[in-house]
């Protein structure tokens, strides 16, 4: 741990700087310290041990013990700080977008059975779906205390998803959402709702028992979309 301390970066200019402080009180407390021993064989002389000799004693051990703790205190700090450095890189939260077929979307709607589900299909290249989103996360934050789940599959290519991540960050979202697996456009689509032909965006609402009760084409108003969603919480 001292070696890995000692060779970072950010402690090493601190550590030149500690040696050489604490060097300069060492070297001087070592030579207060000899001093002190040539006046006790000077008083040694005239016979017995005088009280200059232990305070001079005393003085040399504490010193050196002192320097002790302070590595001790360093090394440990100096630790600490390059640990919380990378735990102040990583306060970002991670953007987890995760691929997503017709088999593992049926998978995704039944874990969440129990739930009022809003199925949300989106895409970046997509300005209404864009326009409507914050209204989307207004609806979760405001009725995912009462049930209600958000799932945002984007119909961006799957090569895209950096992109996504993107979108997402910058609207503050903080959940798992998914993009679109490759695969059958048609079966995918079909899976979903057969009356539905692709277009985007495109909601769908389904009840705790796992019925979708709404398919709504084209982009909602916050309004529209609580009228949709609470009499089913």
Known sequence: ????????????KTWFTFANRQGNRQVNAGLYFHQGHERLNENAVF????????????LGVGVLVALMVLSVWFFSSCGQGKRGASRGAGDA???????????????L??????????????ATWCEPCREEFPDLLKLRENYRSMGLDLILLSMDD???????KKFLREKGVQFESYIRSKGDFEEF??????????????????????N???????PQKYEALEGVVRPLL
């Open 189 to 210: 689509v079909n899976s979903i709702d057969p009356n539905w032909i692709g277009g985007i965006p495109a909601t769908f609402v389904f009840d705790r028992r796992g």
């Open 93 to 107: 939260p991670e953007i987890v977008v995760t691929p997503a077929d017709e088999g593992g979307l049926k998978a």
């Open 109 to 122: 709607l039944q874990r969440n059975n129990g739930q009022v589900i809003v199925l949300n299909f989106w």
């Open 47 to 58: 016979g017995g041990h005088s009280s200059l000799e232990k305070q001079s004693h005393t």
């Open 158 to 164: 799957a090569e895209q998803g950096q992109e996504v």
């Open 1 to 12: 741990m001292y070696d890995q301390a000692l060779n970072s970066p950010d402690c090493r």
């Open 212 to 218: 979708r009760v709404r398919s709504l084409f084209g």
